[in-house]
Structures are given as structure tokens and as C-alpha cells.
């Protein structure tokens, strides 16, 4: 698939997904979200890949928020920079989703990075929530997530004082997994990621599904007991049954039940 403003290729079971707007700090932008989303729903549909990483073009910006340029003038959803389709297409995706964090990670950048399951940032990289500065924030994926990784009280003071930490500040608040030398983040963010490939992909999936399912509410539960659980109930002796019976519209024999 052609895209404007990401990049992706494959790498063995990796997934490359690269923000690719260098020349605005890979700035969000409308057609930006609706790609990320689009392409993360793509890698959802294939087996061939394991691990999704996300990263930003260049050497400067991972990401540094969003634009709303070219938008429609409204309160109404057309009027809203959907980031919101890219953060849900992460959580929905079963696949872990590693941000590879290349320069600054600030406002919805940060958030990005912090949606993502697992960070691993060159010791260059700037992390900073601004909104406040700039009169906007993100009351939702940018709070509670934060608060999980680091605490309620060190995430008030990132919204209110908006401090801009280094990777290895990041790393010692809990706010990002791996810090490693500038010029070595593409090979050890392979690494990683192929590290991760070689773990089982139904397990890891559970595993994701369970954590959403905290702030994903019935959609975090339905993504662990309806597409990880569904598709196995229905290979059992009980579903087997149940089908055949209904199917012959007698009543089902419970002792081919608890198998």
C-alpha cells in the first residue's frame, strides 16, 4: 500500500512503521492518522510479521504533536485531529508494538511512545509534555497512561511543569524500557524486537489484551475473550457438540461436556 506521510517495509517478523513528515518533526496530521491507523490494521491481518516498530524519519523528531491544518472549522469529529484512531489501533493490535524513539518525543509524540507496549530511545532523545504551554492537552491516553508508567504525582508535575527530561531522566522515572548510544538505535532496536519475535505470538497476545483490558473497559475484555479465546472454544467437544445438537434440534449430551 502507497502511503503520503508514514513509511513501511518488513524486516523479518519485524514491522517497520516510519513517521515520515522530518521537514515538521513528523507532526501528526490528519491523513498521518488515518495512515498510522490504516497501516497498523493492515499488520493486523497478516501472520507474517510479529513485532511492530514504530519510529520517526531522520535524526531530530520522533514526533513532536500534531497539526490540525486543512481541517474543517467545527466542534464535530471533522474538526478533531483523530490521534485517537491511532492510539485504539495500537491497543487493538495483538502484536507488541515497540516506539524506537530517534530525537524529541513531545506532547502527542510522548503520548505515541508512551501508547506503545514497549520504548527504546537513543540517549539524545527528549521527552516533554507542552500542551499546557500551548494552551491544549490530552485528557485521556496522555493522563492515564502516564500515570501508570511513572505515578499520579510525577505525571501531574510532567502536565503542569511541563519539565523536558533526557532518555536517561525517561528511563529512571519508568517512563520508557531501554536507553543505548545514538548511533546504535536501528541495531538494537532489531534486537529487540527480534528478541521478542521468538516469544509465543498467542501468548504475548493474551498478555497485551490483558493489560488493555484495564482502561480498554469491554473492549479490552472482548479483545482477550472474544478473539484469543472465541476461535479455541469453538474447536472443544462442548462447542462441537452443542453445534451438532442444535443443528439436529435434539438435546445436547452433557458427558461429551468439560473437555
Same mark, same amino acid.
Given at each position: 500500500?502507497?502511503?503520503?506521510? @508514514?513509511?513501511?517495509?518488513?524486516?523479518?517478523?519485524?514491522?517497520?512503521?516510519?513517521?515520515? %513528515?522530518?521537514?515538521?518533526?513528523?507532526?501528526?496530521?490528519?491523513?498521518?492518522?488515518?495512515?498510522?491507523?490504516?497501516?497498523?490494521?493492515?499488520? %493486523?491481518?497478516?501472520?507474517?510479521?510479529?513485532?511492530?516498530?514504530?519510529?520517526?524519519?531522520?535524526?531530530?523528531?520522533?514526533?513532536?504533536?500534531?497539526?490540525?491544518?486543512?481541517?474543517?472549522?467545527?466542534?464535530?469529529?471533522?474538526?478533531?485531529?483523530?490521534?485517537?484512531?491511532?492510539?485504539?489501533? @495500537?491497543?487493538?493490535?495483538?502484536?507488541?508494538? @515497540?516506539?524506537?524513539?530517534?530525537?524529541?518525543?513531545?506532547?502527542?509524540?510522548?503520548?505515541?511512545?508512551?501508547?506503545?507496549?514497549?520504548?527504546?530511545?537513543?540517549?539524545? #532523545?527528549?521527552?516533554?509534555?507542552?500542551?499546557?504551554?500551548?494552551?491544549?492537552?490530552?485528557?485521556?491516553?496522555?493522563?492515564?497512561?502516564?500515570?501508570?508508567?511513572?505515578?499520579?504525582?510525577?505525571?501531574?508535575?510532567?502536565?503542569?511543569?511541563?519539565?523536558?527530561?533526557?532518555?536517561?531522566?525517561?528511563?529512571?522515572?519508568?517512563? @520508557?524500557?531501554?536507553?543505548?548510544?545514538?548511533?546504535?538505535?536501528?541495531?538494537?532496536?532489531?534486537?529487540? #524486537?527480534?528478541?521478542?519475535?521468538?516469544?509465543?505470538?498467542?501468548?504475548?497476545?493474551?498478555?497485551?489484551?490483558?493489560?488493555?483490558?484495564?482502561?480498554?473497559?469491554?473492549?479490552?475484555?472482548?479483545?482477550?475473550?472474544?478473539?484469543?479465546?472465541?476461535?479455541?472454544?469453538?474447536?472443544?467437544?462442548?462447542?462441537?457438540?452443542?453445534? #451438532?445438537?442444535? #443443528?439436529?434440534?435434539?438435546?445436547?449430551?452433557?458427558?461429551?461436556?468439560?473437555?
Amino acid at each position: 500500500m502507497a502511503y503520503q506521510t @508514514i513509511l513501511y517495509a518488513e524486516d523479518g517478523p519485524i514491522g517497520w512503521l516510519t513517521l515520515n %513528515r522530518p521537514d515538521d518533526g513528523n507532526m501528526f496530521n490528519a491523513t498521518m492518522c488515518q495512515e498510522v491507523r490504516d497501516c497498523i490494521n493492515e499488520v %493486523r491481518r497478516e501472520t507474517r510479521t510479529r513485532v511492530l516498530v514504530i519510529t520517526g524519519a531522520g535524526d531530530k523528531f520522533f514526533c513532536i504533536g500534531g497539526r490540525k491544518d486543512g481541517m474543517e472549522d467545527t466542534l464535530l469529529y471533522a474538526g478533531v485531529l483523530p490521534t485517537l484512531e491511532m492510539y485504539e489501533a @495500537i491497543d487493538r493490535l495483538q502484536k507488541p508494538v @515497540i516506539a524506537s524513539v530517534n530525537g524529541f518525543a513531545v506532547g502527542g509524540g510522548n503520548v505515541l511512545q508512551m501508547v506503545c507496549d514497549l520504548t527504546i530511545a537513543k540517549e539524545s #532523545a527528549v521527552f516533554r509534555q507542552v500542551g499546557p504551554m500551548m494552551g491544549s492537552f490530552d485528557a485521556g491516553y496522555g493522563t492515564w497512561y502516564l500515570e501508570d508508567l511513572v505515578g499520579k504525582k510525577k505525571a501531574k508535575e510532567m502536565w503542569y511543569a511541563n519539565p523536558k527530561l533526557s532518555a536517561k531522566d525517561a528511563l529512571a522515572i519508568g517512563l @520508557i524500557n531501554r536507553v543505548v548510544p545514538d548511533d546504535a538505535l536501528r541495531e538494537e532496536t532489531r534486537k529487540f #524486537a527480534l528478541e521478542i519475535a521468538e516469544r509465543g505470538p498467542l501468548a504475548l497476545a493474551s498478555v497485551k489484551a490483558a493489560f488493555n483490558a484495564r482502561h480498554g473497559g469491554v473492549g479490552g475484555l472482548a479483545r482477550m475473550a472474544h478473539d484469543l479465546l472465541l476461535r479455541t472454544y469453538l474447536e472443544t467437544d462442548e462447542s462441537h457438540e452443542l453445534s #451438532a445438537a442444535f #443443528a439436529g434440534r435434539r438435546k445436547p449430551d452433557p458427558a461429551k461436556f468439560g473437555r
